[in-house]
C-alpha cells in the first residue's frame, strides 16, 4: 500500500496538528476515566467511542488483502478525525495532569491485554508486534510530554510542521493497527490471516511515528555532543603522573 497516496487520498486535513495534545484521546481510553472523570465528559467519550468501534468492526470482517484496503481507504480519515475530535476535547476540557495520568493508565491496559489474550487470539508474533508497538507507543507518549514542555524557535517552524504531518500519520496508522486488534480480542472476534497481515504492517508505523517525535524534540532542544576537556598539570598533578611512572617501571624490572 502507498501509505503517502492513502494519506492524500483520504482527505485528512493533518497539516495544522500540532505534536502537543494530539495524544490526548489515550485519556479517554483508561478504564478509571469513568469513575475520575465528570458524567458529562464520559458522555462524549462514550459516544466518540461507540462510533470508533463501528468503523473498527467494518475493518476486522474484511476477508481479504484487497476488501482491507477498500475499507482502509473509506474509513481511515473518519478514524482519524474522531480520534482528533477526542483529544481536542480532552485537551479541552480535562486538566493537563490528569490527561498524562490516564493516557499512561491506558497505555499499560492494552500492554495487558495483548500480553494476556494476544497469544491465543493472533499467535506469536502478531502478538509481539502488538506489544512492540505498544511499548514505542509509550516512549512516543514520553517525547510528546517533553515537546509539549519545550520551547520551538520560530527558525524551526517549517521543519517542524513537515515533521508534524509525517509523525501524524504514522502515529495514526499505527494506532489504528492496535485498535483493530484490541476489539478483535475484546469480541472474540478472529480475523482473516491476509487482513491480520495489513494490520501488522500498519502497526510498524509506529516506530517512524517515533523517529519523527525524536526530530521534534531535537529541533527544540538540540543534542550537544559532549567534549573532552583536559585541564592543565599543577605541580601536585606532576608530581603523582611521576611517582606513577616510577610505580609503573618498577613492576616491569620485577
Known amino acids: 500500500m502507498n501509505i503517502a497516496l492513502t494519506a492524500d487520498e483520504a482527505g485528512m486535513t493533518l497539516q495544522s496538528e500540532r505534536l502537543e495534545g494530539i495524544l ?50 473509506r474509513s481511515f480519515s473518519k478514524y482519524v478525525g474522531l480520534t482528533l475530535a477526542m483529544s481536542h476535547f480532552a485537551s479541552a476540557v480535562i486538566p493537563r495532569e490528569s490527561i498524562e495520568r490516564l493516557s499512561r493508565e491506558s497505555i499499560c491496559e492494552l500492554e495487558a491485554d495483548f500480553r494476556d489474550k494476544g497469544m491465543d487470539a493472533f499467535g506469536e508474533d502478531v502478538r509481539n508486534q502488538a506489544l512492540f508497538t505498544v511499548w514505542t507507543l509509550r516512549k512516543v507518549n514520553d517525547l510528546v510530554d517533553q515537546i509539549i514542555a519545550a520551547k520551538l524557535d520560530d527558525s524551526q517552524k517549517k521543519a517542524d510542521s513537515a515533521s508534524c504531518v509525517k509523525f501524524n500519520f504514522h502515529l495514526f496508522r499505527a494506532q489504528f493497527g492496535l485498535d483493530c486488534l484490541n476489539l478483535a480480542i475484546e469480541t472474540n472476534k478472529a480475523i482473516y490471516p491476509e487482513v491480520i497481515d495489513e494490520l501488522t504492517d500498519g502497526l510498524k508505523s509506529m516506530v517512524n511515528a517515533y523517529a519523527h517525535a525524536r526530530q521534534g524534540l531535537e529541533l527544540r532542544v538540540p543534542t550537544v555532543e559532549p567534549t573532552l576537556t583536559i585541564a592543565p598539570m599543577d605541580d601536585e598533578d606532576r608530581a603523582l603522573l611521576d611517582i606513577s611512572l616510577r610505580s609503573a617501571g618498577d613492576l616491569a624490572a620485577d
Open 24 to 73: 490526548s484521546f489515550l485519556a479517554s481510553r483508561s478504564k478509571s476515566s469513568a469513575r475520575t472523570l465528570s458524567p458529562n465528559i464520559s458522555e462524549v467519550f462514550n459516544g466518540c467511542a461507540a462510533q470508533l468501534r463501528g468503523i473498527l468492526g467494518s475493518i476486522i470482517e474484511s476477508r481479504t488483502r484487497a476488501d482491507y484496503q477498500r475499507e482502509f481507504q
